[in-house]
DNA sequence: GTTCCGCATGAATCGATAG
DNA sequence: ACTATCGATTCATGCGGAA
């Protein structure tokens, strides 16, 4: 049976081999980025992440309905003065394993990591892979449409304030000038393009993701009571956001460590829910 | 000899053979997308457009100085429910060609509009693939430095204690050593994401980039006097960028119409360049 | 309640040096 | 030669406490 609404210590790999197939409609998950957390996950070397990752995207296209969704954030490291190509070559992998390769997000990270070198600047964004089982999936548009008395407030925001004074023309002349396009429309729908911070506040693991990552896309390919599923649950962000959005969430972590704190915030947050 | 400054009707592949080897410093391009122009280039069907690029891409190899860089601004299309896999499989096949994959920067188009698909969003976001000859080339990162945010100018009044000295972290960042270095400091460098928008005035052209891409990655990677070579013109875009900041440039576009359009914009910058 | 302001911290990368 | 470790470099944000 399908644990609902359960956080699982155990390999992923492992642990969804007990799941019935077609049965989870989201799988969100930032699975462990090749070598960079030696000391968490065992550090996969890049140029072995194919195969590591390639059995458990089996799992996952096994668990997921067919009108499901795989988001997978992922971004690739710099070795050796280059780019390395294992995120790539997996994209290419999975759509011989049979994925459909729907879709690249861009999440423009606006608070990057600092840094100088003489032959890159920093890195501000990570891809947010789309993958789905079959043409036909499921997506409801609306529950991510930006209200359009707020656009104008949400565009500039997106932008950010150092966005804006280092551009001043482009963001003026351009949003000015089309405001009166938009009179009378409720809505916008969003772009591939998501600007979110990453969250600074120590959640007890090196690598969360914003709240507002893992909503983003539950509220786009999820209703409620759909079944969300995290394989690399991490801290727990995906489990959290997906209660609260009312959606039944499965995670599974693999280390103790991240394990006992994605347990403890989900207990947290319900004795905080039910003081209200 | 290099044709300096001077725009050229034909076939890259074949022009740019009469080009010596190491001679151009930086080569910034947006090919044809594949199977989009179809009535302009003669439509690249997206499954041949490897093929079709990679002896273009042997003769842009050869005729680059081993200091220079490669920029391609080229973006997949969806086709049949996916994104196609051809860019991927030509950074692949590129690598294997000798290129190194140094970077891949996001040209975020700001003033997209929302449109309406069923099962996709607004494109938002092009690549701009970064390739080099070796590790080491030229980068004048000095050229392209952005304001800084507000923030700096409260935040540097006061330092605080972990500033000065911040333990390690987890992931052992030795940030806030040399604090004294911000002091005063008026830009930053900027990120791999361009904000950039796209223009609206079309030139006769179905693809123009805005002048504000081609001119970033000049000022980045090259010096006055330096040649400027884009192998697929257009309307010329890049050629009278290069120009106006005192580069050198080449330009090849293979439609009679484009070259017109070029050959004709140049002249019309000359004309109002000696008026002033 | 709001707004302001101080401040810790984050999926980094390169080059030199040591083993 | 080849790998492991270490030091140097650098921004911008959200949070929480205070006004």
Redesign the pocket.
């Known amino acids: 049976m399908l644990p609902i609404n359960q956080i699982i210590l155990g390999d992923c790999g492992e642990v969804l081999k007990g799941f019935p197939e077609n049965s989870v409609d989201l799988i969100v998950?930032?699975?462990?980025?090749?070598d960079?957390?030696?000391n968490t996950?065992g550090g996969i070397h890049p140029d072995d992440y194919v195969q590591w990752f390639l059995p458990n995207a089996a799992e996952f296209q096994r668990v997921l309905k067919p009108s499901g969704t795989f988001i997978l954030?992922?971004?690739?490291?710099?070795?050796?003065?280059?780019?390395h190509t294992y995120v790539l070559e997996l994209i290419l992998a999975m759509r011989k394993q049979g994925w459909l390769w729907t879709e690249e997000f861009i999440w423009h990270?606006?608070?990057?990591?600092?840094?100088?070198?003489?032959?890159?600047f920093?890195?501000a964004w990570?891809r947010c892979l789309q993958f789905n089982k079959q043409r036909q999936f499921n997506m409801y548009q609306e529950a991510v449409m930006v209200p359009m008395g707020d656009w104008a407030k949400t565009r500039l925001k997106n932008l950010?304030?150092?966005?804006k004074t280092?551009d001043p023309s482009k963001v003026e002349s351009g949003f000015g000038k089309n405001i009166s396009n938009w009179v009378g429309r409720e809505q916008a729908y969003p772009t591939n393009v998501l600007h979110?911070?990453?969250?600074?506040?120590?959640?007890g693991?090196?690598?969360?993701?914003?709240?507002a990552l893992p909503e983003w896309f539950i509220k786009l390919f999820t209703q409620e009571g759909d079944v969300v599923l995290d394989p690399?649950l991490?801290s727990g962000t995906t489990a959290q956001v997906a209660r609260k959005l009312g959606r039944k969430y499965i995670g599974v972590e693999i280390t103790e460590q991240y394990y006992q704190v994605a347990v403890e915030e989900m207990a947290r947050e319900n004795e905080q829910m039910s003081l209200l």
């Open positions: 998950t930032s699975p462990p980025y090749a960079s957390r030696k996950y954030n992922i971004k690739e490291k710099a070795v050796d003065g280059e780019r990270k606006k608070n990057c990591y600092p840094g100088k070198w003489p032959n890159r920093r890195d990570e950010s304030e150092t966005d280092r979110l911070a990453t969250e600074t506040a120590n959640r693991h090196s690598a969360t993701f914003p709240y690399f991490g």
